[in-house]
């Protein structure tokens, strides 16, 4: 029987990809650059790789914000000052809180069955001041976040920590949802708890990796 639910943030209850679109437009604006289509594409292939990296402990967080967006200027042929864009881009995201569809529903429904914790990679204030925004705190028992001690998903130690905090809850009495197979599902699976896949882009799972896929938030409400 479960009893605690670790939730993702990024794409699984906040809607990144909207809020990360509305924040480049933002910062483009600042610095005087126009904002194009293909300006989010590039971003969202660059951070995935870039992101891939710090799960395979290849690159450290600060090394992604040193470069990422020096790479996207350097693709898409802008000159402009990358570093300035990323303080922009950090700054601005902490403004920006838009829901995946039906994450306050799901939350509201989960939260009056379960102790519900985030399991995030992202800085600690910034998913505090997102998750205040976007109304999701109040169902939230505590946001589970180890950047301070270096640890990522899909870490084995993240997951481990993650249980320690949830106890006395045991890890059969666990489960996580996420939308990441390789930082969310492979990590739950690493410490052996229960494993809700959200396939919000239809992709392709490896057979027997996840107990559970959904296709929208609400269907979790057939499994919990």
Known sequence: ??????????????????????????????????????VLDVFLRVNDTLWQKIEQKEITREELHRVRWSIIFDELGVIADGHEMERLFLSGLEDYAIPVDGAIDIVKYLSGKYKLYTAS??????????L???????YIERILN??????????????SECLKAVSPAKREEVAIIGDSLSADIAGGKSVGITT?????????????????????????????
């Open 1 to 38: 029987m479960i009893k605690a639910v670790l939730l993702d943030v990024d794409n699984t209850l906040l809607d990144f990809n909207k809020s990360a679109n509305a924040t480049i437009k933002h910062a483009l604006k600042e610095l005087g650059l126009k904002y194009s289509a293909d």
């Open 146 to 159: 180890f950047e301070a001690q270096g640890i990522n998903k899909p870490q084995k130690q993240f997951f």
């Open 132 to 138: 205040t925004l976007s109304g999701i705190i109040p």
């Open 196 to 224: 809700i896949w959200f396939n919000r882009t239809g992709e392709k799972s490896v057979s027997g990796l996840c107990d559970y896929t959904v296709k929208t938030l609400s269907d979790i409400k057939n499994i919990l």
């Open 121 to 130: 990679n992202a800085p600690y204030a910034q998913q505090v001041k997102r």
